[in-house]
């Protein structure tokens, strides 16, 4: 009914939008921090439309972090500064490996597999990347693999990391749509472990045409019986996934508790083993301190943002617009789609959320998509724009960690983007993959 209204009418924007967004690009160009960019932007939006008092951003902005929610973000990327910190992200590798040993591509599936949970866990695609990448990206060239392959190989599975629970991004997108992210986590375990079981079967299949790497020689005992050994030697390494995936999805532990006892139980473990002393911990809060630095600013402007962006009607504006062109639910997705991938490839998740979450709910809620169905689609397609060629932050990352030319990196990363998106396409049009696992009121 509002919707049907709304398009009634054209909202006319001026130079007090125009202006600020051609300013955000410019800064960004200019490889100026995101968060100034967004909060630039957003203050001469403000100024130029006095859509709000400008005594109010002040309020605003603290309103925008002052959410209990929001405090599991810090304790996750701490928790996965700590498992590098510990060695209990190297007990994943060689549990996986053991895992995956018994067929060809064996390590290349380890190397997945590690990539997803220890992104995660971390709350960043970047540091998962070249975490993981430092431990594999050797190994995996001495299995057979050329370097650029096992680049891209890494860059894919380090995408996961906002994919599969508990990821930091659907904290932040149920923050600025208000859902739960609890809601959240639940919904995006059977997407996320789709994306992930996309790119393992395309590396196996990568595998088979390219014979990159031998394995599969081994007999069951055999298998069973390094799988043991691995296990034995590093399975307290699990306790902190457990904690963390148990806590949340039996509902007895918050978000923010998960976090928090992941740390705990993290540190305590690294105290036994005598990997961590307490020297470690200035290096380490500060290396975390860094990355929350990045994500709060954002996060901070996301709310002031929000709110000019609505008093000027910029989502009824861009529904009307879009709408416009074509009013088949088909083709409006498909371009809700392509904007995530091609803004994937471009900025990190947190400003994309706070940019264009609040833009283009709307739409998906014109076209009748179910909400936490929308919010699964979009962090799925920005995770993929993270290693589409040429511009993919994942990309990036890796060659930087190796010295790989992007573009070699970026040709070899052209089937898991192909199969990842064949995901993204079902999650965006078949409502029941994001749905089966909730409660009934949500679907």
């Known amino acids: 009914m509002l919707w049907s209204q709304l398009q009634d009418q054209a909202v006319t924007l001026g130079w007090d939008f125009y202006l600020p967004v051609l300013m955000f690009v410019v800064l960004c160009a200019l490889a100026v921090p995101v968060w100034v960019s967004i909060g630039s932007a957003a203050i001469l939006m403000l100024i130029m439309s006095e859509a709000l008092p400008l005594s109010l951003i002040g309020e605003s902005l603290f309103d925008g972090i002052d959410a209990f929610a929001l405090t599991a973000v810090p304790l996750f990327i701490l928790t996965g500064d700590v498992l590098v910190r510990t060695g209990l992200s190297r007990k994943f590798l060689d ?98 472990l789709t994306i992930l ?39 307290y390494a699990f306790i902190v996934p457990g904690i963390i995936f148990y806590g949340i999805f039996s509902g007895s532990l918050t978000p923010t508790e998960a976090g928090a006892t992941a740390v705990v139980v993290t540190i305590i473990i690294g105290f036994i083993l005598g990997t961590l002393k307490l020297s470690d911990f ?88 179910n909400e936490i169905q929308f919010c699964v689609m979009m962090i799925t397609a920005l995770g993929v724009g993270f290693i589409t060629p040429p511009l993919g932050l994942n990309l990036f990352v890796v060659s930087g960690l190796t010295g790989e030319s992007i573009l070699n990196i970026a040709w070899r990363a052209i089937p898991f983007v192909f199969f990842m998106m064949l995901v993204v396409l079902l999650i965006a049009f078949v409502p029941e993959i994001s749905t089966t696992m909730l409660p009934e009121i949500y679907k």
């Open 95 to 192: 549990i996986a490996d053991a895992l995956t040993c018994w067929t060809k591509g064996g390590f290349g599936s380890a190397t997945v597999l590690v990539c997803g949970m220890f992104s995660s866990i971390s709350g960043s695609d970047a540091a998962g990347a070249a975490a993981v990448g430092r431990m594999t990206i050797s190994r995996l060239v001495e299995s057979g693999y050329p370097r650029p392959y096992a680049c891209a190989l890494v860059a894919a599975g380090s995408c996961t990391g906002i994919l599969i629970p508990p990821s930091i991004s659907y904290i932040i997108i149920g923050l600025v749509l208000g859902i739960s992210a609890s809601i959240l986590f639940l919904a995006a375990v059977i997407p996320g």
């Open 282 to 369: 200035p290096d380490m809060l500060l290396s975390s301190a860094k990355v929350n630095g990045v994500i709060l600013p954002i996060i901070a402007f996301s709310l002031p943002l929000a709110q000019v962006l609505a008093i000027l009607g910029v989502p009824q504006g861009f529904v009307y617009s879009v709408t416009s062109l074509t009013e088949s639910p088909a083709i409006l997705i498909l371009m809700m789609v392509a904007i995530l991938v091609i803004a994937g490839c471009v900025m990190e998740a947190t400003p994309n959320i706070v940019i264009l979450a609040p833009i283009l709910k709307p739409l998906a809620d014109n076209i009748g998509m």
């Open 197 to 235: 079981l996309s790119i393992l079967i395309t590396n196996i299949v990568m595998n088979r045409l390219n014979s990159y790497e031998s394995g599969g020689n081994i007999t069951v005992v055999e298998w069973w019986q390094n799988l043991i050994k691995a296990l034995k030697s590093g399975w």
